[in-house]
């Protein structure tokens, strides 16, 4: 049965519209100020705001530029008309704010290529055929038994451990090492009462939502119709993907238009999820991650993502956590700029006398990125798991200490951990706190508990396998 033509629904509908009677209706009229009042709350906070678990500073405006320049694009234009946005802001003058805004963005929209940039130096990732060509996946995978206890058990140390760290580590969210140590010292347990509200989970959970439909054939539009299906609204690269969406513009174009935070930690954050289910197969891991990051990010954005995939894949198969670093930094695609700055890391680790001054030289090395930029919190990642070597409260206090976007470090790190180690681990003072609830702002999922997350993790996997295993007869 064909559907009814749009132009005959449209008939029908003015056929049976009738005048009302004359009555004011200037009020109707107010829904277009109410509409840009809200816009203007928003672009402001675009100027100036504070990361809702930390209250630290951040301008969302400013690290686009930052963003594009790391990118390898010539942004003094946009750092021109900042400037100038700047003494507009402190005005409040919303007329000339909201156009400052709009040029800057056409200047970055337009901004030329530095040839002298580095970036340009290394290969540019356009689909996952041309990472695979450049990784070697293969040799690693190994038979895990996801119908044994073992998986159960794992799944729910990591997701715990996950849940955990992004708990623990919000609080230095946005901050530098010297000042969150001058503020707290060790971490040695939480600051405040736990909380679930995060990026990290929202966006696992709606992966696992399409996973659960599709299985290990789930594609990014189906990944991304979850999105908007689930998430109210983004931050960065996941706000600008979800405009596009919405708009109609489906993966990888989401990931790519008019995004400059696609090379952002947002995949990168995201991706422990496609290691738990593809436990002992860092090639699926790899690609899972890869369908799922070009939704929002693009080229060493998504390889953020392939990295903590692998390194929770291994977790599965592998106990020793150097060893699974050192293999997983192997795999990624070599002649990305990602690979690159992943070695020169482990070779910093290698050389330090302890994780501070390996750190310290991080910070420096990456002072002109902005802190939600991959890298430096690709660094925060090495240098805690190489130092805290399987340690749990070590790695946990180092990674926390080292701040940058620090909830969703620890949380893909403490993962990887928690598979490793088990439940037993963990110490009781980081679990009792939770009560075994999970609390989001997702349409659909606002509470939960963990035990919940874990059976709908094991069964997922377990249904997606054998729907594989009877396409293949």
Known sequence: MNAKKAWEIEAEIMNKAMPISAKLTEENWMAYAEAGNAFDS???KYWKSEVPGSLAPC????????AMENKGYNVSKAENLYAEGEAILET??????NRITVQIHEALNNAPKNEKSDYFRFKSYLNFQEVQQDSNFTQYIKHYDIYSNDFEEKIKAGWIAQIIAAAAGVQMEGYIYKNIKQTYGEIKGYLKAPETYNDDITYELAFLEAFQEHGYAVSSNDIALSWVGIIPDGYSAEEVALRNIRNGIMPPESGRFLNYYSDWIGTQMRSAIHGMVAPGNPYLAAELAWRDGVISH???GVIGGIFNAVLVSLAFIEHDIRKILSDTIKMLPNQSEYASVALEVLNCCLNAKDWEAAWLWCE?????????HTYPNLAAEI???WFGNGDFNDTLNIICLAGKDTDCNAAQAMTVLGIIGGINQIDEKWILPLNNTVRTYLRKYQVFTIDKLVSDTV???RNAERISRLEKL
Do not use: E, P, Q
């Open 42 to 44: 928003k672009l402001l």
């Open 59 to 66: 301008r969302l405006i400013l690290a686009s530029i930052m």
């Open 92 to 97: 409040g003058d919303m007329v000339k704010l």
């Open 298 to 300: 693009a080229n060493n």
């Open 364 to 372: 420096n090395r990456f002072k002109t990125y902005h802190w939600i």
């Open 383 to 385: 240098v805690a798991l």
């Open 459 to 461: 069964t997922a996997v």
